[in-house]
């Protein structure tokens, strides 16, 4: 992205990433998710080379859990993050928000599999319905390309605890312009393969490109930093994986919020 255009504030650049997808993120995704919620986990395993457990792996180690303490999935999908979070400090009360049922359906069958318990909501995550200073830890993974990611990011801060943390893993625009390019030929390559393999349904077929583009518009692991600063998060650290492909971020509201 040119320096002229990292000047450009976030919420102009959210209003445009809004315009471009709306049509998609309301009416077209939900259909999408229904489909792919019975292959979702497989087809990641797959489009990742096998990497993809190593990556939530990776982003479960960074978080940081205490026994008893409330933690808020949000964008849960399937529920892997919050078992994964209950396998590693069974104590905690794990709260799971999605808007998409068959995911959520799929994600409670596979905690309850593991004699595991995860309160759901169904819903749409720009307006959490809990109240403010609720949770001790908050997660969001793999799903921010396709939200108002400004508007969620000051939900989560709003219902989490002052001193409370924030950890978000997701696919990032590679700020590298030939890793970048050659990211998304991979992807391309990677969705038309997974959607022939598990045999998608036309609303996946349709909203290929769409992946593709939500990815180009979307943000560097420095940007996604710079937004954090700007709904008010401080202590904010990132990592990131094959040249900026994936990221990991840990944000804290602050303690005299």
């Given at each position: ?30 259909d ?22 190593w ?5 479960i ?7 008893g ?21 069974p104590?905690?009360?794990?709260h ?49 390309r ?5 508007d ?35 992807l ?29 518009m ?14 008010e ?8 994986l094959?040249s ?14």
């Open positions: 992205m040119a320096n002229g255009e990292r000047a450009i504030p976030f919420s102009a650049r959210e209003e445009n990433r809004e315009e471009q997808f709306k049509q998609v993120w309301v009416e077209e995704l939900d999408v998710f229904a489909d792919v919620a019975r292959y979702y986990d497989r087809a990641n395993h797959v489009a990742s080379l096998g990497l993809w457990n990556f939530r792996n990776r982003f180690a960074s978080i940081d859990v205490q026994s303490q409330k933690v808020l999935d949000v964008c849960a999908g399937t529920n892997a993050i919050g078992i994964a979070l209950l396998d590693k400090q104590g905690l009360q794990v799971a928000m999605d808007r998409s049922k068959a995911m959520q359906a799929v994600g409670q069958k596979s905690a309850r599999k593991r004699g595991m318990h995860i309160d759901s909501t169904i819903g749409d995550v720009h307006v959490l319905p809990f109240p403010d200073n609720h949770f001790d830890v908050i997660t969001l993974q793999y799903a921010s396709h939200l108002r990611i400004m969620v990011c000051q939900e989560i801060r709003r219902v989490l605890k002052p001193g409370g943390h924030f950890y978000h893993c997701d696919m990032l625009r590679p700020a590298n312009k030939f890793v970048e390019q050659s990211y998304y030929a991979y391309r390559f990677c969705l038309n393969f997974t959607a022939l393999v598990f045999r998608s349904s036309s609303s996946a077929h349709g909203c290929k490109e769409y992946f593709i583009s939500a990815l180009r979307f943000y560097s692991a420095d940007e996604f930093s710079d937004l954090l600063r700007d709904v998060f401080e202590d904010i650290s990132s990592r990131t094959l900026g492909m994936i990221g990991y971020h840990k944000a804290m509201k602050p303690r005299d919020a």
